[in-house]
């Protein structure tokens, strides 16, 4: 594949976090000649969010390559329907939801367990509805439920630049999923505490998408760069064009 015919990749980051939490994998994809793009996923609705990430998509000229990341898988679900430019949905610890699926519900599939919700602060915004509000991981249990193959250091510089997400996007129910048309590659971390491994079988599995699994806490795409990037470029490669 050479680099006129590769594909755009599209990194959508999740809650909790920033595009720069793509970093290593952006410099690994643009090292082998991939256009790569990371948006800043608004967090402030499902459907909105996916909405928005549409939109870039739309600006894009050729095949892409989607990638979301924890609740980023959620709104690539949604985001991608009827598209015919993306070509292949890649899930980095991320929500692969079905219809009508709520993240919420997404969490306990295959008996999966996480503590994050008993951890969660939730701060206020301007026009946010009666019981919405701001949700972020409380500092003291960051590193333990989202980043534990982090150093101390780094884990507590992410958890004081936390981006929250709309407590809102939690119990959205999804609608038509991408998946059900356009093949899927599953990343799932061992040991990954905020999308119970459990859980994230399960959506692979139904999905019909191509799995594998590392020893990684829910931030792989920080902590395992290259597996990550090496997941990307075997969608972009086995993927029919767009």
Known sequence: MNSESKPTVVLVH????????WTGVIKILQRDGYSV???????????????YVRTVLSTIDGPIVLVGHSYGGAVITNAATDVAAVSALVYICGFALDEGEPVLGAIGLGGGYSALGEHTLVRPYPGAAEGDGDGYIDPDYFKELFCDDLTDEDAA???????????????????????KTIPSWFLIGSDDRTIPPEAHRVMAERAGGHAVEIESSHVAMISHPEAVAKLIVDAAKNAVPA
């Open 157 to 179: 510089a992410m958890g004081a630049a936390q981006r929250p997400a709309a407590l809102n996007t939690l119990g959205t129910p999804s609608g038509v999923p991408a998946w």
């Open 37 to 51: 793009l990371a948006p800043a996923n608004p967090l402030r609705s499902l459907h909105g969010d996916a909405d």
């Open 14 to 21: 999740g809650a909790f976090a920033d595009a720069s939490g």
